[in-house]
């Protein structure tokens, strides 16, 4: 992406796919965060992952490797390798080897499948959220009427994060009749809480036919890769937008959403109309920011004004911990540097 600051990826929790994709025994060869991964589900039904070369003599793991028990087996001389990275089994030799690949720490939490991205390998320092709305008898299941996955984008997720303290663009992008009001911006360690008064719709819309709807949107973000948008007026839903980084150039971005259901939806009944036009709407406006974040340069000295709200400038210092300490100090040393430059 041009202009961005940090070349390597952000740590965090970054969504690589949907529980109900990878069956027990499964194996999908991934590339997120600079690195070529697989991920393989055991026969407890865990997920694991690790670096996609066997340690041996470096065959991928992700063409041709199979499960036994809750190990992936290499498909070049069948050494087995367990979740945590280690060599448990060796079929010629007596012993394992101590050669270790590096492994990711994985997790399913809202029906999707998250792996811990550290740049040093560092364990996680806190926990995937769990959304209300997943399993709720009251909503209508993400899966599989409302999921989508934009793949291989060309913009970091830090783009989209940020987004959550935009409240001008909501007007001018997503073309809400005025733009929003931040009436609360908090932050707790990797967590950020933002709330906009929100405008939807506006008359003679097909979910709005009586005009525009004063509203509220609750937005919960964690780490830069793991957003959920809450709608609370004109319709109850909650989507959570999950952006990973592939390399330094492009992103995936998973989108899955839960929808309140009226009080006659017959439980486990497929999305009526209005449902399904809530979520095509709710697609087509995250799609209309995407040809702006494809071909921007990231502006890290942005020249914020008083109108847009200072919460902008305080979610990027806030966001700044999750990058290696030292890229953040030279990007900010850097721009220290251009203004000095500039100065009368």
């Known amino acids: 992406m041009k202009g961005f600051p940090y070349p390597t990826a952000p740590s965090g929790w970054f969504q690589v796919g949907w529980a109900d994709d990878l069956q027990p025994g499964g194996v999908r060869r991934m590339r997120y965060f600079g690195q070529d991964l697989v991920l393989f589900r055991g026969g407890d039904g865990g997920y694991r992952t690790v670096e996609a070369y066997c340690g041996h003599l470096g065959a991928d793991l992700g063409a041709g490797g199979t499960v036994r028990g809750d190990d992936i087996v290499c498909p070049f001389h069948g050494w087995a390798w367990d979740g945590q990275g280690r060599n448990v089994d060796i079929p010629y030799s007596a012993r394992p080897v101590k050669t270790c690949l590096r492994s990711y720490p994985t997790r399913t939490a809202n029906g999707v499948v998250l792996v811990w991205h550290h740049p040093d390998g560092a364990p996680p320092t806190w926990e995937p959220p769990t959304l209300p709305e997943f399993e709720h008898p009251d909503y209508l299941p993400a899966q599989p009427h409302a999921v989508k996955l934009w793949a291989g984008v060309r913009f970091q997720p830090q783009v989209v994060a940020e987004n959550t303290v935009d409240p001008m663009h909501f007007h001018y992008v997503h073309r809400a009749p005025r733009s929003t009001a931040i009436e609360k911006f908090e932050t707790e360690g990797p967590y950020a809480y933002v709330l906009h008064e929100y405008p939807y719709g506006r008359e003679g819309a097909e979910l709005t036919p009586g005009g525009t709807i004063a509203g509220r949107l609750e937005i919960e973000v964690w780490g830069v890769g793991l957003i959920c948008f809450r709608m609370m007026d004109y319709v109850e839903a909650a989507q959570f937008v999950c952006s990973t980084p592939i390399d330094a150039e492009t992103s995936d971005v998973f989108f899955s959403m839960w929808q309140k259901r009226g ?82």
Do not use: C, H
């Open 263 to 344: 009080p006659d939806a017959v439980p486990g009944s497929p999305p009526d109309q209005r449902e399904q036009r809530v979520f095509e709407e709710q697609i087509r406006q995250t799609e209309m920011d995407f040809p702006i974040w494809s071909n921007m340069r990231y502006t890290l000295r942005a020249p914020i004004v008083r109108e847009e709200s200072p919460t902008y400038q305080n979610f990027r210092k806030w966001s700044r911990q999750f990058y290696v300490p030292a890229e953040v100090e030279a990007a900010q040393e850097s721009v220290q540097g251009s203004a000095r430059e500039v100065a009368p």
